[in-house]
C-alpha cells in the first residue's frame, strides 16, 4: 500500500520513522529500494547487508541511462516507446522543458541512435541469438548492445537543429558528469539496495533520482508475487516547481499502478510548499490522494495552511500536528485520522543510530 510521509520540519523524526520501515520490512523479506540524496541511509544499509550504490565523481559505479531491460516492458506500450517516453523526460531535465517540436524532433533522433544498435519497435530486435551447444536460443540484449550518452551526443551535433542539445550535454560526456557516460557495470541482485546520489549536488541531483528510479521501476515489475517497496526521499526535487510535467506524471504513475505489482511506494519531503509547486499543485495532490497512509510529524503554521488546501484537516488536527513533539505523528489511514507515537525496540534503535554494524 502505498504510503506517503509529508514531514517538517528537519528533526522532527522522519528519518528515524523511515529508517525503522525500512528495517523492518527487511526482516519480513520485503524488497526494497531507496533514493539517498542526503546520505542518511547508508550505515542501516551496511548494518543490514544491503547493496549502496553511489553515483558521483568518486563512483566507479555506473548505469546506462539507454539500457532497456527485459522487465521494463510495460502492457500498453512496446519497448523501444516506453524507453522513448522515459528518456523524453530525463532529457527534459537536462534540456529545460521541452515543447511539443522540440520533442517530436528529440524523438526521432532516439529513434535513429537504437536504429544503429539494430533496435526497432519490433520488440524481436531486443533478443539476440546466443549459440548453446547444439541449439540457439535467444536472449535478451544487454548494456552493451545499447547506446551511451556519448553516441547520442555525437548524433546531435550532425544537424543543426539538434546542436543545441549536443551543448547541453557536453558536461555529460565530456565534463564534471561524464560519469553519466558508461555502460551499466553492476548486478543488483540484493533485496535492499539504497542509491546515494549525494555527491551530484544540489543542481544536479535531480539526475541521478530519475536515473536510479526509473532502474528501479524495472525491478520492481518483474515479479509480481513479491512484495516491494521504493522509497522516494525529498520527492519535491521531481514533482516540484523544479521539475517538469513528464517527470512528474512518470512520479505519479508509479504512485498509481504499483499496486498491481505487489509494491509499496513512500514519498518523504520536509518541504510541504514545494511539493505542491508544480501545475499548482496537480502531482502532489495526485499522490496524496493515491496514498493509502499519509504521516505528518510536527508542521509550522505556514505548511499547516499548505496543508489544508488538500487535506480534510480538522481545526482540533490544525493544533495537534503543531504541538506534536519528536517521535509523534497524525496518521491518515483511510478516512481515519489516529494521532500516533512512533516507538522502537533497544536493538531497532541501535541499528538504526549506527552501533551495531554487520
Known amino acids: 500500500m502505498p504510503i506517503c510521509a509529508s514531514l517538517e520540519p528537519v528533526g522532527a523524526g522522519k528519518s528515524f520513522y523511515t529508517k525503522l520501515l525500512i528495517l523492518r520490512n527487511r526482516l519480513i523479506g520485503i524488497e526494497q529500494y531507496v533514493i539517498d540524496p542526503d546520505r542518511e541511509y547508508g550505515a542501516l544499509c551496511d548494518a543490514v547487508n544491503g547493496t549502496l550504490l553511489k553515483l558521483g565523481p568518486s563512483s566507479n559505479t555506473y548505469i546506462n541511462v539507454f539500457d532497456i531491460r527485459q522487465e521494463s516492458i510495460e502492457e500498453e506500450s512496446g519497448y523501444l516507446a516506453n524507453k522513448i517516453s522515459k528518456l523524453i523526460g530525463f532529457f527534459n531535465l537536462i534540456f529545460g522543458n521541452l515543447d511539443e517540436e522540440e520533442k517530436a524532433i528529440l524523438e526521432e ?21 546466443e549459440e548453446n551447444k547444439v541449439i540457439l536460443k535467444p536472449i535478451f540484449k544487454s548494456t552493451y548492445d545499447m547506446p551511451i550518452l556519448e553516441e547520442f551526443y555525437e548524433l546531435l551535433g550532425k544537424e543543426e537543429k539538434t546542436k543545441k542539445f549536443q551543448i547541453k550535454l557536453i558536461p555529460f560526456v565530456k565534463g564534471s558528469l561524464k560519469f553519466f557516460n558508461h555502460y ?9 539496495i539504497v542509491a546515494d546520489v549525494y555527491e551530484l549536488g544540489e543542481e544536479n541531483l535531480k539526475y541521478g533520482m530519475y536515473l536510479f528510479i ?15 517497496a521504493i522509497y522516494l526521499d525529498e520527492i519535491w526535487r521531481l514533482i516540484g516547481v ?6 512528474a506524471s512518470f512520479i505519479y504513475k508509479i504512485f498509481k499502478t504499483i499496486r498491481k505489482y505487489g509494491g509499496s511506494s513512500v514519498a518523504i519531503t520536509q518541504d510541504i510548499s514545494d511539493l505542491f509547486s508544480l501545475e499548482n499543485g496537480t502531482y502532489g495532490k495526485s499522490i496524496l490522494n493515491n496514498s493509502e497512509i499519509k504521516t505528518f510529524f510536527s508542521l509550522e503554521e505556514e505548511n499547516i495552511k499548505v496543508l489544508e488546501q488538500y487535506t480534510n484537516l480538522s481545526e482540533k488536527e490544525k493544533v495537534e500536528i503543531k504541538s506534536l513533539k519528536r517521535g509523534e505523528c497524525l496518521m491518515f489511514i483511510g478516512g481515519e485520522h489516529i494521532l ?7 536493538f531497532e534503535q541501535e541499528v538504526i543510530q549506527g552501533k551495531i554494524q554487520n
Open 214 to 228: 526509473d532502474l528501479f521501476w524495472d525491478k520492481i515489475k518483474k515479479d509480481r508475487n513479491q512484495k516491494k
Open 184 to 192: 551499466t557495470n553492476i548486478e543488483l541482485n540484493n533485496s535492499l
Open 109 to 129: 533522433k532516439l529513434i535513429e541512435l537504437y536504429q544503429e544498435k539494430g533496435i526497432t519497435f519490433d520488440d524481436n530486435t531486443l533478443y539476440k541469438k
Open 242 to 247: 523544479t521539475s517538469n510535467k513528464d517527470v
Open 340 to 346: 500516533t507515537k512512533i516507538d522502537a525496540a533497544n
